[in-house]
Each structure stands twice: as C-alpha cells, then as structure tokens.
C-alpha cells in the first residue's frame, strides 16, 4: 500500500508510463531506461526517475529496467492486477458508445451496469447489458459491490446522480457532464473529461 | 498575439477558468477576485494571478476583477470570439455521439463535416451533416479551410488518417484513438482523450 499523499499529478504519470512500457514490450523490446523511456514521452529522464522513486527502487542504476518487471510494478501500484468492474450511468449516445467500447475491457475495466431514467430506454438491450431503471441505482450498485462509475447523464442532473452514487459506495466516477461536481473529496475520486475544454486550449495556438 | 511560448500547462488552465467565471456570471455575480476564484477551483489565488500575469494586467490589486471583461479578455487570448469548424473523422459510435453533442456548438465548435470510409455509412446522414467519404478527406478539408479535426477512428488507422489531417492543413487534432500520434509539432497541436488513462489514475486512490 502506498501512500496516498503523493502528488496526483505524479499518478497521472503512471498509466502513460504504463502505456509505452507495454507498446515496447509488444515491440519486443525487454529493457529501457528513463532516458530511452523519457525520448518516447517528451518527459525528462530526471522527471521518470523521481516519479518512479516515490515507490521504492525500480532496476539498477546504469542497467536500465527490464520492462516486464516495471509494468507488473505500475500495475500493482496502479491496483490494475485485477479487472474492475464498471457502472455508466445515462444510456444516451455517448453512453451507449461507451458502453460498446471495446478498449475498456482490453485494459482493465469491465462495463457490468448500465442505468438511465429514459422508460423507453429501460429494459432495452446495450451488448450483453440490459439498461436498468436509474431509480434503482442506489441499491443495484451498492449489492454489486461496484466502486467505479462513468457518468454521461446531462448537466443538469450531474450532481444529483454523482450523490447517489456516493451513497452507494462508488470511491471514483469519471464525468462526461460538463459541470463541476460537488463532492466529498475524502470518499470519492472524481475526474472530468471534457471535449471542448481540450479544443479551446489549442485554438490559443491557432492563427 | 501572445508569445506561443507561455507553458502548455498554463494555457491549460484558462479554459477552466472560463468555464468557471461564465457560470459565476450567470449566478448574477460581477465582479470576483483571485482568491474567490481559486477557492472555486482548489487553485491558489497566488497561481491565478501568476497566470493571468502571462497576458498583461487584469483588475487593480485590491479591488478584484469586473467579471465581464475578464471573460472578454479570456476569449480573446484563447482565440474563441469566434465558432470554430471543425471535422470530425470517423462515424462509428463515438463519432456519431460527438457530432450530434449540442455542448459543442454551445461553447463555440461547429462541427460541419464528418467523414468516413465505410461504404455503407458514405452518404447518409447524421442530424443535419452527411458523411464524406474519407477517401477525399485531404481536399475537402483543404477547401473547407477548416483547422481543428477530432479523431474518433480506430487506433491502427489514426496515425495515417493524421498524416493526411496535417496535409491537408488541420492544426489541431484531438485524438479519441488509444495511440500517441508522431506528427510534426511545430505544425500541429495535439491532444488525447483516454478514459481508461483516467479511470486508472483513480484505481491507485481505491481500497
């Protein structure tokens, strides 16, 4: 167990490192080096090194990593060692896609719930997923046990159904919504993506 | 015109400093300080002001900021006092999802063109947009002179299909495609959108 004070930027870090590790080794590629590892990222060698050392010791100096031992070290720090399941929350469009979107379970996170208010939409069918009534959401995410959830419903129900799914043990919800979400910080892990917000930091650079 | 220099990471944040001043402005608030500001954001108020110091002055040191103007001065530095076309490449589930997202033409993206290369998709219709073929990508993105492209095509055609973005005069790209694109930076912006990235910063923080 690690500790939890280490700086999140520090934790974003990791998947990226994570990611690269596993495309070398699928190269064939057995060993790297920050140095080697930092000319892929755009990161400094000094910058992997320090992030790599808040978690103990990774390879020797002047020999490198081997890869293999690095990834399985970010995936037990990371807590990917085993695959978690999912809930989306909001059977619309986006919804849906991801709900289809194979990349989830390829790394990790298996889509088991899905949930909308809509009764045209619910008890229809998504993949191998049934949508579920959303009135229901409390009790059906608290008995599966799950912990993780996205969240695709429109910004005006955000926050409401960000509380409920605190109230049903979810400890980490990924937000499509555009809205801040309002939440205990020390019980749930909230992180936002947000489309435009990433297309108006690149028009600063356009003519 | 802003020296292209000022770090990425400022650049970064005033889109949420936008975002966060609009809604101030519709909950009838005019004028706002560094320190309010940033204790909306879990920002300190010292960074804020850092930041916006980048780009000339905002405000007189005491009196706070007229809400209205900093907006004005935000979009301005961004280059969003006007919509931007966009296209979006690719019109499977995600594509169709995103060009059909009201938020886009809402916040300043208008997405006029979406293409792809399925037969069977080529010529119908999406809300008010026909889907191109993508085989004629290049020209018909040079004629629409449109700059910013999404890219939402699977991960084994997304370096190719950004090749022919930058060819065709696309200098800003966001990628939904799970691959790091290799494209000339000093020609085009690039950034990623990876929910399983997110999802797994959060799992270090969960039991």
Not at 47 to 58: A, V, W, Y
Not at 91 to 118: K, M, S, V, W
Not at 121 to 127: P, W
Request: glycine share 6%.
């Amino acid at each position: 167990m690690y500790s939890k004070n280490i700086p999140k930027i520090i934790i974003a870090r990791l998947p990226i490192y994570l990611e690269t590790l596993e495309m070398m080794h699928k190269e064939g590629i057995r060993k790297t080096s920050s140095k080697e590892l930092g000319n892929r990222l755009g990161i400094t060698a000094a910058q992997i090194r320090k992030d790599l050392s808040q978690f103990g010791e990774f390879g020797k100096q002047g020999t490198g990593y081997p890869i293999d031992t690095l990834i399985c070290e970010l995936k037990g720090i990371l807590n990917l060692n085993h695959v978690w399941d999912v809930a989306v929350i909001g059977a619309g469009r986006l919804g849906l896609a991801i709900a289809q979107y194979p990349e989830f379970i390829h790394r990790g996170f298996h889509i088991t719930l899905i949930f909308d208010n809509d009764p045209e939409l619910i008890n229809t069918r998504v993949g191998d997923l049934t949508i579920q009534d959303s009135t229901h959401l409390v009790e059906i995410i608290k008995k599966s046990n799950i912990k993780i959830a996205m969240l695709t419903v429109p910004a005006s129900s955000a926050q409401k159904v960000a509380e409920e799914l605190v109230k049903a043990g979810v400890q980490a919800i990924l937000s499509y919504a555009p809205v801040t979400l309002n939440l205990p910080t020390d019980s749930v892990q909230v992180l936002h993506i947000d489309p435009v917000k990433q297309l108006q930091q690149m028009t600063f650079f356009l003519d």
